[in-house]
């Protein structure tokens, strides 16, 4: 299992698969409607390019309210790859990821979200450079997005504001699926247990002087659900910035 610092986990259910080439690690919170085509896609894709059993798919329910957690047993049920991680509360979104990351049990371990924004056939070909091609962290960037102009207006500003000041880090800060060894997960040891941990990722990666190969993707609007990002989010990002640009480690 990957040594990171996590929120308390209420219940872990292992897969069958043991043996693996990599995790990839989900959160969910309140993605009924997503949950099972994200799952059948991700797992068709790797079994495409890995083999059944060759992968660990850790699904963590971040205390949703609705029928995620339901439909999520049933695919474990389903599916031996897929590991269980319950919260008996949301935890934020960085809790979910440090939740996740802390059972992941392959040598290579990468994050994405629930909503299926990106295609499946991309998140397997950012996990296949990972595992093909020596690199300290293997990144989607978002270079064709359908999420409405409000979304990229913000995502664009925010890019260009954290460019001026934490330097040319990544020109799409926040894109997913990242993949990372587990060595260098390790040594980036993440602690943000809200949205910033996508950030947090990029900065320690860039001290750290790690290679960093971003891999371009389409950025679908969402099929169902709502995103959880809201005013607040932006100003809670806006404040973690000015953190770690004057001293937060």
Known sequence: MMTVSSPPIENVSFGQAVAVAFSAVVTLYNEEKNVEPLTRNLVAEFRRDFGEGGFELVLVLNGPLDRTPQLARQLALEFPEITLVSMAANQGYGGGL??????????VVGVLDGDEQVDSRDVARVFQSALSEPCDLVKACRTVRQ??????????VYNALFRLLFGAVSTDVN????????EALQRLDPTARDWFIDAEIMIRASRLGFSVREIPVAFRARRAGASNVRVSTILEFLGNMWKFRHGRS
């Open 98 to 107: 440090l939740a996740g990351l802390s059972v992941a049990r392959g040598p």
């Open 147 to 156: 999420d409405g102009w409000r979304r990229i207006v913000v995502t664009t």
């Open 175 to 182: 894109g997913k699926p990242k993949v990372l060894r587990r």
